[in-house]
């Protein structure tokens, strides 16, 4: 078995572990980005929105190269799971964990991104074909507002950002959860049989940008790989960030990352690495005063959000 490294040196392994795979998130939401933009180019061509290749058309003419969004979905997902596996070992490495088999574990990676792309890329070709369907809504209301110029100006731009942001944010943290399930599903279980679960950590980017709810949850622990870092009184739950199962203000546009250690008990200040001190506090953390109300965002979110909003809930009642 690894032996554990000294207290500090553990803390500085987990530090660069967090900052290594909020990174990686950072590059996926620019792969999520182009997939995004390539859903919404498909949907608007197929809505008749855009036309490729007819000059005598009365729209302008748009000269796009449709890519297979699956594909450009599916690069995406590999590149952030084996982002996921890579911070787990190191994560092993830096706590003394056994280190999972790089060969065995791969062999959680193919799986996932193949069920997980079918998923993602669907849920995007709904949100493009909710968003186009909106905008020929609008347009048939106030021709003086062209679906093309909704679709391809700077308003789609924005929306396809937003969207981007808040899936590859939703995927790095259910990459990090299928990793670490695959990863004690190869180990020991219990006498009992049960897998022994690890311990999964929010972490926000430590800006001013870091809506109040987030704010306090940074640094939070919680044992098992499906209980909530919050719930609200109405019985939604928040298990990680980019949860669309919880409320969307508390997910839209959301830049945080999930990371998972072998156990809490790692020493005394080990995970105050999670919790420093100069996480930037210049924004009031509203959610404090009323732990099970949140109501109040970031004031940069509501753009956003408002942006958004109506087609994740056009595709979650679909």
Known sequence: ????????????????????YGQARDASEEQALTATQQALIAAAIA???IIAGEEDSDRD????EVINVSKLVRVWLLSIALSALRSQRRVARATGAPVPDYAATRSIVEPWVESAGVETTARLDQLALSFTERARAREDADPSVTATEAVTGPKGEA????????????MASEAQMAMA????????PTDSGAVIEPVKIWITRGDTRVRALHRKLHGE?????????WRWPTGKELKHPGDL???LDAVIGCRCVLMFVPTADLGPDVLDVFKPATLDTSFDLAASAAP????????SLEFGIALCVLEYRDVASR
């Open 245 to 247: 199962d919880a409320p």
């Open 181 to 188: 399930q695959g990863i004690a599903q190869l180990g020991t």
């Open 159 to 170: 929306w396809a950002r937003i969207i981007a942001r808040t899936e590859a944010t939703r």
């Open 1 to 20: 078995m690894t032996q554990p490294m000294s207290q500090d040196s553990t803390s500085e392994q987990l530090s660069d572990a967090a900052d290594e």
């Open 61 to 64: 003419v748009v000269d796009y």
């Open 221 to 229: 622990m919680v044992e098992g790989f499906y209980n909530p870092f």
């Open 292 to 299: 099970l109300e949140y109501t109040h965002m970031h004031p």
């Open 47 to 49: 809505a008749g929105i």
